[in-house]
């Protein structure tokens, strides 16, 4: 997951070199550049509380590697995990934001704590719509163990095969964009305003420990979204699916501005919140 994770990076990079007629990065860069902060050396802040600087980074990359060994359990045998398997998915992907918000927090930087405070602002932002999304998915299936939404799907149609599986869709994709933290909802980071946000004191390992995290994300998000919504990746079709959900995820991120902490927050709770509400209705009359 890791290495693959890297390598979807430099597609990023790649793509978005081209969008802007540059001719991007090797193959090998994000590789270069994980190994390059590896080597570095680590500061952390003299006031800052050492155990949870250090310590944050990796609770986020720690919850990864168990989110994708649940998935691909799922997906090649459906009938393999638990009862509301689900919803330990879910807090494992609430692991990453919550590192970032401690990491912030514990660097005893005001810059950084502004980052930290729209990570949580924004986490309570996209979460709801996210949560109503995801509900489509389990309203379908009747179930909230993840194999049985998979055999639903394998036995009926892709959830996507409908007006509520395609507004939900519609609502992860952007989601996904505010959980990777990408362009228009990288608020919390926003370069120009407040540097790197609350990974402006983090270097070496640490710093390479958080982008690692972000790139497995960037691999795994694309796969539970098709997990539940289209029919699973089991079968071949499964890798046109993934790259069309990452070729959006780069346009999404290459051709709209920034948005103000305020006006992704209206985006979330107004507009992708009644939508929700709208596709959680249709899919309880079946449609």
Request: charged share 10%; aromatic share 12%.
């Amino acid at each position: 997951m890791a290495l693959f994770g890297l390598f979807l990076t430099w597609i990023d990079r790649k793509i978005t070199a081209r969008i802007q007629w540059r001719k991007g990065p090797p193959i090998y860069q994000p590789y270069a550049d994980f190994l390059k902060l590896l080597i570095k050396e680590v500061t952390i802040p003299e006031s800052s509380p050492k155990t949870l600087f250090i310590l944050a980074p990796v609770l986020g990359l720690v919850a990864m590697p168990i989110v994708g060994m649940m998935l691909f359990s799922i997906n090649f045998n459906p009938h393999s995990l638990f009862i509301g398997d689900l919803i330990v998915i879910l807090y494992l992907f609430a692991l990453p934001p919550l590192a970032v918000i401690l990491g912030g927090s514990a660097s005893r930087n005001p810059l950084s704590a502004v980052g930290a405070s729209r990570e949580m602002t924004l986490y309570f932002g996209y979460e709801l719509p996210f949560l109503l999304a995801v509900l489509v998915s389990v309203i379908k299936a009747g179930s909230i163990r993840t194999g049985d939404i998979v055999l639903y799907q394998n036995s009926h149609s892709p959830c996507l095969y409908s007006l509520s599986g395609i507004i939900a869709f519609i609502i992860i994709l952007f989601t996904i964009q505010a959980k990777l933290g990408y362009i228009p909802f990288d608020i919390p980071e926003a370069e120009q305003e407040i540097m790197a946000g609350p990974f402006l004191e983090y270097s070496g390992v640490l710093l390479a420990i958080f982008k690692l995290t972000k790139a497995m994300m960037l691999f795994l998000l694309p796969i539970f979204l098709i997990t539940l919504f289209w029919g699973g990746i089991n079968s071949l079709w499964a890798i046109p699916k993934f790259l069309l959900i990452l070729v959006l995820i780069i346009l999404l991120k290459n051709t709209n501005p920034r948005l103000r902490i305020d006006q992704a927050l209206k985006f979330f709770w107004i507009i992708l919140g009644i939508l929700g509400i709208v596709a959680v209705i249709l899919a309880f009359n079946q449609l």
